[in-house]
């Protein structure tokens, strides 16, 4: 067994080094997180049961990889060591016991708790106050020295304010925001450039240019959290204190750092994280808790390369590796054919994925993909699963392109894409069952006319025995016919005839939204029908007339005007009258006129008094936009009961919070809170 043993710790030591260069080194990793940290648990669970075959080079005893070439070496005075992974519940009650057995105490232990940002660890120093030298972690003990580009980035500050110490060493991480992100790629890929896979990579690549100028135009952010060396050592007795005291000088630190006491309020404070992770304007990939006295932190020491008082608490990967078996090209409501991967099943963002988006055939085109190749997934919370990139070195020989069908693979007509466009589109309109059943559940869905009972399954077997040709055709149906469905009995029928008997009486705004006009979405229904009062004056309006109700480009407009100059469309709204389906007039709103123009609202949480239809409704009446998530151009958070990562976001950026009773005061009073 020793030799077994001997044979496969070899094995792993020689992988993690591998993926330790291709990961801190180059930017390039081959494997995901996840495997990696699998690799290095299996390593220690081997060195523990076999202590005699522990050496001082394992990667177990040591951090990353060593110094990239190409920039100058910086010997690190204390260490950069990494941190203990924790995986579980278990994992951190593990920890908090060791903790508190190592310190001699019953009590519960005091936490400094803050997200773990998923970017580059960095090590910056000053001299008297002013920027000196930045360094990377390399090996823990060797970084490569970037001073010269992390000088680059706006938040790093070149001179600290108040008085600092001789030498201050500050460790942090430099991240690139996702909003910024997303801009970089899109720059790069419109010069043909390579982009980069994560925002993560971007960050590190960012940093390690060897022209500065380069890293001056990103849009970097240093987030710091600890210190290396200082001198005179005069430092706060807390970790949360020390947070404060690096602020003073100038640094950024992470606004959702909490205190938190006991491991159960260290899960509590992950979960919380978790919920808010997807919202945030960067990428976190876990908490790290802290024993928060700096005293009990010294006490407590370090092993091997990392330190006892500190766990960094992962989430679940968000990206994993699997292979593109296949792509098949779905048709949605308005003819737009999506090309969607058919993947080898993995695991990954909590849930096992099969499926993913390639959004069109740009993006086919951007990231070179093969069917057959080895791709990088990424799902985050409830985001619908894409593929991200293609693993070039895993290609097989004959990786099959990806070709758009030049026929609708629902209904056989022609496929054409417009000049400009990203997208391609079937050509069949009602004639094409995909696109007329996404439209029938489009105008059915609960924020059109909100048909109860009549969902996807029941419309897939109404089109597919041609029952509904048109939304008009659901006024038309009974009981009987119905009854003969699957599963759908006498009752249920009844029912759902009630329901469509029901949805009548409609609003004019949710009439707009389901007929499923191109590019008109709630915000831009309620516009619709404020500035023209009745659908009849909005079909009546030209291109031009559209365009002046507020926040309608001229493309939005040329689509509505499109919709109502096709005599089937208008057809349609007749036939709508004709079967009992009636609308009020809308009282005509000019956006001078109105008492809130200009305020931006995000409503999170549940509601009491009024739905979230409702008061988006009353809200943009008085001339308020409602959006769906925080920035810093948000004016208010509507928070209702059980607000989750929204809240925490708003307070997060200042942004003021009300809630539900002083909503329902800003719509009585007309004015905005506080007026």
Known sequence: MNDEAQRRIAELRTLIVHHDQRYHGLDEPEIPDADYDALVRELRALEAGHPELVTADSPTQRVGARPATGFGVVLHRVPMLSLGNGFSDDDVLD????????LGRDAPVEYAAEPKLDGLAISVTYRDGRYAQAATRGDGSRGEDVSATVAQIRGVPKRLTGAAPALLEVRGEIILPLDGFQRLNETMAARGEKTFVNPRNAAAGSVRQLDPEVTRARPLELYVYGLGSVEPDALPARQSELLEWLRAFGFTTNPLAAIVTGPEACLDYYRRLGEAR????????????????????????????????????KFPAEEAFTLLRDVEFQVGRTGVLTPVARLEPVFVGGATVSNATLHNMDEVARKDLRIGDTVVVRRAGDVIPEVVSVVIGRRPAGAGAIILPVTCPSCGSPVVREEGEAVARCTGGFRCNAQRREALKHFAGRRALDIDGLGDRLIDQLVERDMVRSPADFYTLEA?????????????????????????????????????????????????????????????????????????????????????????NRQLVEALRERGVRWPPVSIVRATEAPLAGLVFV??????????EQATEALTALGAKVVGSVSKKTSYVVAGEEAGSKLDKARALGVPVIDEATL??????????GA
Do not use: C
């Open 480 to 568: 009987g016919s119905l009854a003969g469905l699957d599963r759908m009995g006498e009752k249920s029928a009844q029912n759902l005839v009630d329901a469509i008997a029901a949805s009548r009486e409609t609003s004019l705004p949710r009439l707009l939204l389901g007929l499923g006009i191109r590019d008109v979405g709630e915000s831009t229904a309620l516009a619709l029908a404020q500035h023209f009062g009745d659908i009849d004056a909005l079909m009546a309006a030209d291109e031009a007339g559209i365009q002046e109700v507020p926040d309608v480009g001229p493309i939005v407009a040329a689509h509505v005007a499109r919709f109502f100059a096709d005599e089937g």
């Open 278 to 313: 997807a919202s945030l304007p960067y990428q976190i990939d876990g908490v790290v808790y802290k024993v928060n006295e700096r005293q009990a932190q010294e006490h407590l020491g370090f092993i091997a390369r990392e330190p006892r008082w500190a766990l960094a608490h």
């Open 603 to 612: 409503l999170t949480g549940t509601l009491s008094g009024l739905t979230r």
């Open 95 to 102: 920890f908090d016991r060791r903790v508190r057995k190592l």
């Open 664 to 673: 329902v005061g800003v719509i009585a009073d007309r004015k905005p809170p």
